[in-house]
């Protein structure tokens, strides 16, 4: 985590920054789900509170702050208490796996009579070796909150709810781990930062044991996983439970699913769960297809050098650098995340067998079909053929 | 202490207290998620044992689709009736003195193992052994596709027969999808 | 630094309350648990053995043991509810009194 | 071995932020009393009449265990696919295509053959 104290703490508070920057843009969404819907049913939606309505969201807070603290008679009190926690960790936990930026170089210098120094602090909680399979388990966890709610509630509608939630989320992480399977035989990685490195540039590929180079597109994945990328957004749609795939709180049927007995702060602990894993799925999705952090033709040194020739340090340099990278992800981020929005407002709800039967029968043998092809084609552009 | 034995002891004893709970605990959900949290930790261990895709591995497929599965199931029994966690009886207290004393047996074993030199290997080897590089999931990969490949073509064939065997069982009469 | 005794021992006492909840339990689906915990703690040994010999084979066991393991769960759930559908018991001493 | 620090802590930061949470909530909700309607299980209006451990559907787990099993042959593929690259190069690429062409043969038949056999349908 560091050598010396003040790397660690540096460390330590940019994991307490990511975390609260994941709960910060949960009434943010709220916000903008809100009025995205009322844009799109041609209502105003929250206006009131503020410009624009912002202010509503610090009205919101309050109300959650301040409802009545709720517990059935008949429930199990500590998983009652327990599911909401359980239900912030694991999106926590994943998104700080996922690099936001590209690291920081800090030359060493002196303060408090102490040289401290040299450092590279990374643009994200921690990396790990093994990324995708760390993110993909800690995500899998996300089925016990759901679980562990519907169960200690002792509610009919709870149970159900959760019992579907917990289907539906295994059913579509098949797809969801199928269709990674093709990103990695692209980059051959398990590392998010190497797969985000191996992005920059104009797009080039091997052809038949040939380097092909196309100068007017960026290197991105989504040029060699077309078929992947949706797939994979099909099911992060259906990971986190939103519409078309919100079966587990179909209102209609279910009241609203396993938080049915859940009001107040816990309530909104779901939500910051729900929109956390919006988050990694929209950041797993730009990693993977859409270049990461990166500015599209323009590497990483090339802005350093530019802010050097303004006549900023090299630290100073290498900070500007990261907060203009992390610009652009969180760019590519909000396009997603509208996307979410949008399809939520648009698309009507699935039936229960129509659901399974699309990750079943439908996704699977096309995520299957996307591996074959995939391995396919890497072995027939990447051998030698002389 | 260094930061290695701390993390060490915390984990361990942290799977220990689980496993304990696992086994003690009358409710059989209770028992299923204490499970859960010791292949949490035990992916932990593995973390630290270099062991990355394991761990990995182990939080995917054992805590988070293998538990997930059996909180399910029990999820879905009528459990009121199970209050009781041990069987009484004649031959039911014979297995309890007998499982107890074993337990025993092993605890003792490793205590006076861990005084003597049974288990410790010899300290300059020890000291080889964390200085040898580690291997990587790389590595890992490529032992199993070249060496082991048949048995990892066989684990294929092992699922798929499964697979159809649950079909089946659920499929026979009276069973949970018969076919009326 | 812990070294390899601590993970056997570690693993060793894992194994004894799996081997326990087998012996004292007479829930079957806490008996398949505690199955499993025996096998987490026999990988335990195998990775522990694979780190300190830094030999990738210990690594390639676990993943073995760790299929065959899910799929004996999967089996084994399947029965137990097939059993308790007919039966309503999920009781290991209640299977003695079946007669085919 | 160090990556486990900062997970672990993470993790223990957030806990005790939900628990925050809740510990606020509890000290400026209002209280009222309890009383045994407000206290009983929503059920629309109803007077609740089981307990909801019975007559829940039990096919759940069908899909449970189909999906253990397709999960851990989705896992076999991530290391092929992490040193297919590095086989291709060191020039075995269609020996490590092939190893996985039997695997993925197996796995193909058992997805179509639990389709077929109607295992997935949800009626």
Same mark, same amino acid.
């Given at each position: 985590? #560091?050598?010396?104290?003040?790397?660690?703490?540096?460390?330590?508070?940019?994991?307490?920054?990511?975390?609260?920057?994941?709960?910060?843009?949960?009434?943010?969404?709220?916000?903008? @789900?809100?009025? /995205?819907?009322?844009?799109?049913?041609?209502?105003?939606?929250?206006?009131?509170?503020?410009?624009?309505?912002?202010?509503?969201?610090?009205?919101?807070?309050?109300?959650?702050?301040?409802?009545?603290?709720?517990?059935?008679?008949? $429930?199990? =009190?500590?998983?009652?208490?327990?599911?909401?926690?359980?239900? %912030?960790?694991?999106?926590?936990?994943?998104?700080?796996?996922?690099?936001?930026?590209?690291?920081?170089?800090?030359?060493?210098?002196?303060?408090?009579?102490?040289?401290?120094?040299?450092?590279?602090?990374?643009?994200?909680?921690?990396?790990?070796?093994?990324?995708?399979?760390?993110?993909?388990? &800690?995500?899998?966890?996300?089925?016990?909150?759901?679980?562990?709610?519907?169960?200690?509630?002792?509610?009919?509608?709870?149970?159900? #709810?959760?019992?579907?939630?917990?289907?539906?989320?295994?059913?579509?992480?098949?797809?969801?781990?199928?269709?990674?399977? /093709?990103?990695?035989?692209?980059?051959?990685?398990? $590392?998010?930062?190497?797969?985000?490195?191996?992005?920059?540039?104009?797009?080039?590929?091997?052809?038949?044991?040939?380097?092909?180079?196309?100068?007017?597109?960026?290197?991105?994945?989504?040029?060699?996983?077309?078929?992947?990328?949706?797939?994979?957004?099909? *099911? &992060?749609?259906?990971?986190?439970?939103?519409?078309?795939?919100?079966?587990?709180?179909?209102?209609?049927?279910?009241?609203?699913?396993?938080?049915?007995?859940?009001?107040?702060?816990?309530?909104?602990?779901?939500?910051?769960?729900?929109?956390?894993?919006?988050?990694?799925?929209?950041?797993?999705?730009?990693?993977?297809?859409?270049?990461?952090?990166?500015?599209?033709?323009?590497?990483?040194?090339?802005?350093?050098?530019?802010?050097?020739? =303004?006549?900023?340090?090299?630290?100073?340099?290498?900070?500007?650098?990261?907060?203009?990278?992390?610009?652009?992800?969180?760019?590519?981020?909000?396009?997603?995340?509208?996307?979410?929005?949008?399809?939520?407002?648009?698309?009507?709800?699935?039936?229960?067998?129509?659901? !399974?039967?699309?990750?079943?029968?439908?996704?699977?043998?096309?995520?299957?079909?996307?591996?074959?092809?995939?391995?396919?084609?890497?072995?027939?552009?990447?051998?030698?053929?002389? | 202490?260094?930061?290695?034995?701390?993390?060490?002891?915390?984990?361990?004893?942290?799977?220990?207290?689980?496993?304990?709970?696992?086994?003690?605990?009358?409710?059989?959900?209770?028992?299923? %998620?204490?499970?859960?949290?010791?292949?949490?930790?035990?992916?932990?261990?593995?973390?630290?044992?270099?062991?990355?895709?394991?761990?990995?591995?182990?939080?995917?497929?054992?805590?988070?689709?293998?538990?997930?599965?059996?909180?399910?199931?029990?999820?879905?029994?009528?459990?009121?009736?199970?209050?009781?966690?041990?069987?009484?009886?004649?031959?039911?207290?014979?297995?309890? &003195?007998?499982?107890?004393? +074993?337990?025993?047996?092993?605890?003792? *074993?490793?205590?006076?193992?861990?005084?003597?030199?049974?288990?410790?290997?010899?300290? /300059?080897?020890?000291?080889?052994?964390?200085?040898?590089?580690?291997?990587?999931?790389?590595?890992?990969?490529?032992?199993?596709?070249?060496?082991?490949?048949?048995?990892?073509?066989?684990?294929?064939?092992? +699922?798929?027969?499964?697979?159809? /065997?649950?079909?089946?069982?659920?499929?026979?009469?009276?069973?949970?999808?018969? =076919?009326? | 630094?812990?070294?390899? @005794?601590?993970?056997?021992?570690?693993?060793?006492?894992?194994?004894?309350?799996?081997?326990?909840?087998?012996?004292? =339990?007479?829930?079957?689906?806490?008996?398949? !648990?505690?199955?499993?915990?025996?096998?987490?703690?026999?990988? %335990?040994?195998?990775?522990?053995?694979?780190?300190?010999?830094?030999?990738?084979?210990?690594?390639?066991?676990?993943?073995?043991?760790?299929?065959?393991?899910?799929?004996?769960?999967?089996?084994?759930?399947?029965?137990?509810?097939?059993?308790?559908?007919?039966?309503?018991?999920?009781?290991?001493?209640?299977? @003695?009194?079946?007669?085919? | 071995?160090?990556?486990?620090?900062?997970?672990?802590?993470?993790?223990?930061?957030?806990?005790?932020?939900?628990?925050?949470?809740?510990?606020?909530?509890?000290?400026?909700?209002?209280?009222?009393?309890?009383?045994?309607?407000?206290?009983?299980?929503?059920?629309? #209006?109803?007077?609740?009449?089981?307990?909801?451990?019975?007559?829940?559907?039990?096919?759940?787990?069908?899909?449970?265990?189909?999906?253990?099993?397709?999960?851990?042959?989705?896992?076999?593929?991530?290391?092929?696919?992490?040193?297919?690259?590095?086989?291709?190069?060191?020039?075995?690429?269609?020996?490590?295509?092939?190893?996985?062409?039997?695997?993925?043969?197996?796995?193909?038949?058992?997805?179509?053959? @639990?389709?077929?056999?109607?295992? %997935?349908?949800?009626?």
């Amino acid at each position: 985590m #560091g050598t010396d104290i003040l790397e660690i703490s540096i460390n330590f508070a940019k994991m307490v920054a990511i975390f609260l920057l994941m709960v910060q843009l949960v009434p943010l969404l709220v916000w903008v @789900e809100r009025r /995205g819907s009322a844009l799109i049913q041609n209502r105003l939606g929250p206006n009131r509170v503020g410009p624009l309505g912002l202010t509503q969201l610090l009205a919101d807070a309050v109300k959650f702050l301040t409802k009545e603290e709720f517990v059935p008679a008949k $429930s199990h =009190r500590f998983l009652f208490y327990l599911a909401p926690i359980v239900a %912030l960790l694991p999106a926590a936990v994943a998104f700080n796996a996922i690099p936001l930026s590209h690291p920081i170089e800090v030359e060493a210098f002196e303060w408090l009579g102490h040289t401290w120094g040299p450092y590279t602090f990374l643009f994200q909680g921690y990396e790990i070796g093994i990324g995708i399979v760390f993110v993909l388990g &800690v995500s899998s966890l996300a089925a016990y909150a759901l679980l562990l709610a519907g169960w200690a509630s002792d509610n009919k509608y709870s149970l159900i #709810g959760a019992l579907r939630a917990s289907a539906q989320m295994i059913s579509y992480e098949l797809a969801l781990g199928l269709s990674i399977v /093709g990103i990695l035989l692209v980059f051959n990685t398990f $590392s998010f930062s190497e797969m985000v490195s191996q992005q920059v540039g104009p797009l080039s590929f091997m052809f038949f044991g040939q380097e092909v180079s196309i100068p007017f597109l960026p290197n991105w994945g989504i040029f060699f996983q077309p078929l992947g990328a949706i797939l994979l957004l099909a *099911a &992060v749609f259906a990971e986190t439970n939103r519409l078309p795939f919100d079966l587990p709180e179909a209102e209609a049927e279910l009241v609203a699913g396993y938080h049915t007995e859940y009001g107040g702060i816990k309530m909104n602990m779901f939500y910051i769960g729900e929109y956390g894993h919006m988050l990694v799925a929209s950041a797993l999705m730009v990693t993977f297809y859409f270049g990461g952090y990166h500015i599209p033709f323009i590497t990483p040194d090339q802005i350093n050098e530019f802010f050097s020739g =303004r006549g900023h340090g090299a630290t100073q340099a290498s900070l500007l650098t990261a907060l203009v990278l992390h610009l652009s992800f969180f760019a590519k981020i909000a396009v997603f995340l509208w996307v979410f929005v949008w399809v939520r407002w648009t698309l009507p709800r699935f039936r229960y067998d129509q659901l !399974m039967d699309l990750g079943w029968k439908t996704m699977l043998p096309w995520a299957l079909a996307n591996t074959i092809i995939t391995a396919i084609l890497v072995l027939m552009m990447r051998s030698s053929w002389s | 202490m260094e930061m290695s034995s701390i993390l060490f002891y915390l984990l361990a004893a942290a799977t220990l207290f689980f496993g304990f709970r696992t086994i003690t605990v009358a409710n059989p959900i209770f028992s299923a %998620l204490n499970l859960a949290l010791t292949m949490i930790t035990l992916a932990g261990i593995f973390f630290m044992l270099d062991a990355y895709f394991i761990a990995g591995v182990q939080l995917a497929v054992y805590a988070g689709a293998v538990m997930v599965l059996f909180v399910m199931v029990l999820m879905l029994f009528d459990l009121s009736g199970e209050a009781r966690a041990f069987s009484r009886g004649m031959m039911s207290g014979i297995l309890k &003195v007998g499982g107890v004393s +074993l337990f025993g047996i092993i605890v003792i *074993a490793t205590i006076m193992g861990s005084f003597s030199n049974i288990l410790v290997i010899d300290s /300059g080897e020890a000291a080889a052994g964390q200085a040898l590089v580690q291997p990587t999931t790389r590595d890992l990969a490529v032992v199993l596709f070249s060496r082991y490949l048949l048995a990892f073509e066989l684990l294929g064939l092992l +699922l798929l027969v499964v697979a159809v /065997g649950v079909v089946a069982v659920s499929r026979i009469k009276g069973g949970t999808h018969a =076919r009326d | 630094m812990p070294g390899i @005794e601590h993970y056997l021992i570690l693993s060793a006492l894992l194994f004894g309350l799996g081997m326990v909840g087998v012996m004292v =339990r007479k829930n079957v689906i806490v008996i398949l !648990m505690s199955i499993e915990l025996m096998l987490n703690a026999v990988n %335990l040994s195998f990775v522990a053995f694979s780190h300190f010999n830094a030999d990738v084979k210990g690594q390639v066991m676990v993943f073995f043991v760790m299929t065959v393991a899910a799929a004996e769960a999967g089996v084994g759930l399947a029965l137990a509810v097939a059993v308790y559908k007919k039966f309503k018991e999920l009781n290991i001493r209640f299977f @003695e009194q079946l007669r085919g | 071995m160090y990556q486990l620090v900062p997970v672990l802590a993470l993790s223990v930061f957030v806990a005790l932020f939900g628990l925050l949470l809740v510990f606020l909530a509890s000290r400026f909700g209002p209280r009222t009393k309890p009383s045994a309607v407000k206290q009983s299980s929503y059920e629309c #209006g109803l007077e609740v009449e089981k307990s909801t451990t019975t007559k829940i559907p039990i096919k759940y787990y069908l899909t449970a265990i189909l999906f253990i099993l397709f999960d851990i042959e989705i896992i076999f593929m991530y290391p092929w696919a992490l040193a297919f690259g590095d086989f291709i190069q060191a020039g075995h690429g269609l020996y490590i295509f092939s190893a996985m062409g039997v695997f993925l043969a197996i796995f193909v038949f058992g997805l179509f053959w @639990e389709i077929k056999s109607r295992a %997935l349908d949800w009626d």
